[in-house]
């Protein structure tokens, strides 16, 4: 049951980035929670293989590449996702630096 709370609110994480930039679109709650469930397995699985490609870079960066290469994976999961839609680089850094803000945020109010 956890795992449902969780879930139900990183996808209001995920509206509520919709609704606070202008570049991000989400057509309903059902979008909202598939990008969710695939943004997970995204950082599950892809991003780790990104992480490690890129060491260099995030170490001479002091890691701010990390930030970038949270927005690639924001972007990749709305170019796979119907219903979902970023419309620029710059849409998807700030959508996945709000998205986990307000996750946390909001995991840590309700757990």
Same mark, same amino acid.
């Given at each position: 049951m956890n795992w449902l709370l969780r879930l139900?609110?990183?996808s209001l994480a995920l509206v509520i980035a919709g609704y606070l930039i202008s570049g991000i679109?989400?057509?309903g709650l059902l979008p909202a929670i598939i990008a969710v469930l695939l943004l997970g397995?995204?950082?599950t699985f892809i991003k780790p293989? @990104? $992480?490690?490609?890129?060491?260099p870079i995030t170490l001479f960066t002091l890691g701010f590449f990390i930030l970038i290469i949270n927005a690639i994976t924001f972007g990749l999961v709305a170019? @796979? $996702?119907?219903?979902f839609v970023v419309d620029s680089f710059g849409a998807a850094f700030m959508g996945a630096?709000?998205?986990s803000v307000v996750g946390w945020l909001l995991n840590v109010i309700f757990n």
């Amino acid at each position: 049951m956890n795992w449902l709370l969780r879930l139900l609110l990183n996808s209001l994480a995920l509206v509520i980035a919709g609704y606070l930039i202008s570049g991000i679109h989400i057509n309903g709650l059902l979008p909202a929670i598939i990008a969710v469930l695939l943004l997970g397995f995204v950082n599950t699985f892809i991003k780790p293989v @990104l $992480v490690f490609f890129t060491f260099p870079i995030t170490l001479f960066t002091l890691g701010f590449f990390i930030l970038i290469i949270n927005a690639i994976t924001f972007g990749l999961v709305a170019w @796979l $996702v119907p219903g979902f839609v970023v419309d620029s680089f710059g849409a998807a850094f700030m959508g996945a630096i709000i998205t986990s803000v307000v996750g946390w945020l909001l995991n840590v109010i309700f757990n």
